[in-house]
């Protein structure tokens, strides 16, 4: 079938894209590529990919290309969903042969409740999805497909088994080749890569069990199932012939250093190439391996701290201790690798104590830059049971953006208020960026950089204006 692959625009800003841990408008304007439709859009021949947030296209551009297709494909998300609907409904007002169906971790843990809510959709493909959808468009029963729920001819919903989980990796072609056909590599832009950057997956799945993290508990699993070196590196050599202008690669691997060996590995082919590259990182990894990846590339480790207090590390199944991530962040800091430091409040067991030993924590380790993010209770994760049980979710919260698409504190304690959560977001990075040594240092790298200066006082304009939308949903709150 003609098939469309449809990242639908919504907020104004929101990066919904699968490598968006968090589905939400952030600090700083950015987009990650879509990753998770240019895998299945790889796979079926003809196919036309759509990521309408970052290139600005707007609904009626897309319903305009709606009778081009025979089958359209949506990654969706909790707090995108009832926005991606709409716009299915305007693609079938448009025309009404469309077949429509969902991807993402929302229908992979719960594609009876989506469909129930949107009899708009016929299909969803649940879990890992990527040959679900290629059987779709290649045409084959539905009744026949693996990890699909669907509407039959009389319009009741029908569950088929599950799909066996890939192993095979280097069975997926490059999702580049989809970036070069239907994308702009300059619309995407991160604050802490260099632009333009590169980003896709060397492997699925985290061995890690944080309750929080969406992915591994939804569609990639707690297996690290990664590709061989070789189909790696086969894509950095087709990504540096098709895309000379690519600054950085970034591994969006949930943790490309679950495998140490695999890690220097790559490290020393890319070195090879004179590449420059980062990845996600648990901070845990040594130092003799953190030396090997630095002198093949490496230049940033995107790494979740979460917390400093180690029993709220406990309570999320971290499997970290504070020391130990003080240590690497150390031997990152001699080492002269970047650090992009990544912290949540509002996890189960935080006190307004526990937010000032954090913010204390990030400021004594100091990363050279960090994000920070309000704990959200995805559905399908081990912190969204907890807190349905526990009353520390309120069904107003369920959707954890606002109007807006800025990311709300949905979770709340007996001790502990939406609000006071939510305003710490604010304190956190002004206790972090208004000391005079990060001052310093910000300003030092400016001056090397004109670039760097014109991208830092571009980002400082959109954080005061993420501030104030901030400060309205406070008021609200």
């Not at 590449?275 to 590339?297: D, I, M, Y």
């Not at 005079?436 to 910000?442: C, D, F, H, L």
Request: proline letters at 5%; one cysteine or more; charged letters at 25%.
């Amino acid at each position: 079938m003609r098939t469309l692959f449809l990242q639908a625009p919504t907020f104004d800003g929101f990066d919904g894209g699968a490598g968006s841990r968090y589905q939400a408008k952030r600090e700083i304007k950015s987009f990650w590529y879509p990753t998770w439709l240019a895998q299945p859009a790889a796979l079926v021949p003809n196919s036309k990919l759509i990521d309408a947030p970052p290139h600005n296209i707007k609904l009626p551009e897309i319903v305009a290309q709606a009778n081009d297709f025979d089958l359209v494909v949506l990654h969706t998300s909790v707090p995108s969903f009832k926005s991606d609907v709409k716009t299915i409904e305007a693609l079938k007002a448009a025309n009404p042969k469309l077949i429509a169906g969902l991807i993402g971790a929302k229908v992979a843990v719960d594609a009876a409740g989506a469909m129930a809510q949107a009899p708009v959709v016929d299909f969803c493909a649940r879990n890992e999805f990527d040959f679900t959808v290629k059987e779709v468009a290649d045409g084959v029963p539905m009744s026949e497909i693996k990890g699909l729920s669907y509407r039959d001819a009389n319009g009741v919903v029908v569950h088929n088994e599950d799909r066996e989980i890939m192993t095979d990796m280097d069975q997926l072609p490059f999702v580049t080749s989809v970036y070069k056909r239907d994308l702009e590599m300059e619309k995407y832009f991160i604050g802490y890569l260099k632009h333009p950057y590169i980003s896709f997956y060397s492997g699925r799945g985290c061995k890690s069990r944080c309750t929080f993290c969406l992915w591994p508990q939804t569609v990639g699993g707690h297996t690290y199932r990664t590709r061989s070196v070789a189909h790696v590196i086969e894509e950095i050599k087709y990504c540096l012939k098709e895309f000379p202008q690519t600054k950085e690669f970034f591994f969006d691997d949930d943790t490309f250093t679950d495998n140490l060996p695999r890690a220097e590995e790559i490290a020393r082919e890319l070195g090879k190439l004179g590449v420059t590259w980062s990845c996600n990182a648990k901070a845990n990894v040594p130092r003799e391996t953190l030396k090997v990846l630095k002198e093949n590339g490496l230049r940033l480790l995107l790494v979740g701290y979460e917390s400093g207090n180690q029993q709220i590390l406990h309570n999320i199944k971290k499997g970290m201790r504070v020391e130990v991530a003080e240590k690497f962040t150390q031997d990152c800091h001699e080492l002269g690798i970047a650090i992009h430091g990544t912290f949540i409040l509002g996890l189960p067991g935080e006190t307004k104590e526990t937010i000032q030993e954090t913010i204390a924590f990030a400021k004594r380790i100091n990363p050279h830059t960090i994000q920070v993010s309000l704990a959200a209770p995805y559905p399908g994760t081990f912190l969204y049971k907890q807190a349905v049980e526990n009353g520390w979710l309120d069904i107003e919260n369920a959707e954890l953006v606002d109007e807006n698409g800025v990311q709300v504190a949905p979770l709340h304690y007996p001790h502990l208020s939406h609000t006071e959560i939510f305003t710490s977001v604010e304190e956190f990075y002004k206790k972090f960026y208004f000391r005079a040594p990060k001052i310093a240092s910000i300003v030092s790298e400016m001056v090397r950089s004109p670039d760097m200066m014109k991208r830092r006082l571009r980002e400082g304009v959109e954080f005061y204006r993420f501030l104030k939308e901030r400060q309205g949903t406070a008021k609200a709150a």
